[in-house]
C-alpha cells in the first residue's frame, strides 16, 4: 500500500491550500485516513482525520480553517487549508489506518511542504 500526497507550496498569510493524498495497491479502504504535520523541531502532530463511519476529528488550532473530506472508492483524502497563519507552516503527512481482516497497519505518505508567509 502506498499513499501519494501532493499540493503542499508556499502562500501568504490568509491564503488557502489544498492536500490530496491517494491509497493505491489495495482494494481495501482505510477505515481512518488523516493528515499530521511536523515543524521544525516539533513532533508530529494530528491536524484531521476522517472515519469510515463519518467522524471528523480537528485540531484545536485549525477547527473553523481546515476542512477534511475524503472518498472511499477513491481512496483518497483531502484537506482544504483555509486562512492560513505562518504557525501552520509545517510538513504534512497523509496517514491511513487499515483494520480489515485481510491487511491491518498503519501507513505514511511521503510529506508535503506547506510554506505560510507572514
Known amino acids: 500500500v502506498q499513499l501519494q500526497a501532493s499540493g503542499g507550496g508556499l502562500v501568504q498569510a490568509g491564503g488557502s491550500l489544498s492536500l490530496s493524498c491517494a491509497a493505491s495497491?489495495?482494494?481495501?479502504?482505510?477505515?481512518?485516513m488523516g493528515w499530521y504535520c511536523q515543524a521544525p523541531g516539533k513532533q508530529r502532530e494530528l491536524v484531521a482525520s476522517a472515519t469510515l463511519g463519518g467522524l471528523r476529528t480537528y485540531a484545536d488550532s485549525v477547527k473553523g480553517r481546515f476542512t477534511i473530506s475524503r472518498d472511499a472508492a477513491k481512496k483518497t483524502v483531502w484537506l482544504q487549508m483555509n486562512s492560513l497563519k505562518p504557525e501552520d507552516t509545517a510538513v504534512y503527512y497523509c496517514?491511513?489506518?487499515?483494520?480489515?481482516?485481510?491487511?491491518?497497519?498503519?501507513?505514511w505518505g511521503q510529506g508535503t511542504l506547506v510554506t505560510v508567509s507572514s
Open positions: 495497491g489495495t482494494i481495501v479502504s482505510a477505515n481512518t
Open positions: 496517514n491511513a489506518v487499515y483494520e480489515a481482516r485481510t491487511f491491518r497497519g498503519s501507513i
